[in-house]
């Protein structure tokens, strides 16, 4: 699987939209754009995945770049429940891999202010 | 409809001493993965099972620990001989078909402290 980048940390005001950016110049075609959060004490929960077009769901929207090397998660609306560690990962489109593991980076950190 | 279950949460033990992690799956889930985090760091692969057979370990250290996941009951991940390099939140993940293109269902984890 491709190396992802991500900044360390980052701030957000309440009631506030959030973007986390995600690096991955290293991309395959066969490459999923995978987010998972894990909040504090918690196990990391999926958020969203996309492989080209931008996705939305109830939780967050995903903007893919046109070139797929960057990715974009944004929460609409942050709420303090929001802070949390993000993690970008990139996972192989591949039925016949025995390879279930997903690899995890730092990820960022973001921390919401009231 | 209960997800991940993991038990105990907090587990102490002495260095020399054996630990037993426990993981039930989400209900009909067959796939189940083992996950290291050690302080301030992302979580690691261990081992990925489906319903007793061990498909990938290669993120399993090589002596003292292993994993089994039976036909009947919970997936158990076992240290023996425990250090003080042991202490971590280990977290137990399922899904309901293979792993490269299907999301993962996080337990809430046990943290293991060897004194």
């Known amino acids: 699987d491709a190396k992802t980048t991500q900044p360390n940390s980052m701030e957000s005001n309440e009631e506030e939209p959030v973007h986390l950016p995600c690096n991955h110049s290293?991309?395959?075609?066969?490459?999923?754009i995978h987010w998972y959060r894990q909040l504090p004490s918690q196990g990391p929960e999926y958020v969203i995945h996309?492989?080209?077009s931008n996705v939305n769901n109830r939780m967050a929207s995903l903007a893919i770049a046109e070139d797929r090397k960057s990715s974009t998660l944004i929460l609409h609306r942050a709420t303090l429940r929001d802070a949390a560690v993000y993690y970008c990962?990139?996972?192989?489109?591949?039925?016949?891999?025995?390879?279930?593991?997903?690899?995890f980076g730092k990820g960022t950190k973001l921390s919401v202010k009231p | 409809n209960a997800g991940v279950m993991q038990n105990p949460r907090h587990l102490v033990r002495r260095r020399g001493q054996e630990a037993r992690l426990r993981c039930s799956p989400v209900?009909?889930?067959?796939?189940v993965y083992w996950y290291r985090q050690l302080p301030e760091e992302g979580l690691k692969f261990m081992v990925y099972?489906?319903?007793?057979?061990?498909?990938?370990e290669s993120g399993m250290p090589k002596e003292r620990f292993s994993a089994e996941f039976p036909k009947e009951g919970p997936s158990i991940l076992r240290i023996q001989q425990v250090v003080r390099g042991d202490s971590a939140a280990y977290f137990c993940?399922?899904?309901?078909?293979?792993?490269?293109?299907?999301?993962?269902?996080f337990g809430p984890g046990t943290r293991l402290t060897v004194l």
């Open positions: 993940a399922s899904s309901v078909r293979g792993p490269r293109y299907n999301e993962q269902f």
């Open positions: 290293t991309i395959s075609g066969t490459d999923y």
């Open positions: 996309g492989l080209t």
């Open positions: 990962i990139l996972r192989e489109f591949n039925y016949g891999g025995s390879q279930g593991n997903l690899i």
């Open positions: 209900k009909g889930h067959s796939h």
């Open positions: 099972l489906q319903k007793e057979n061990i498909i990938d």
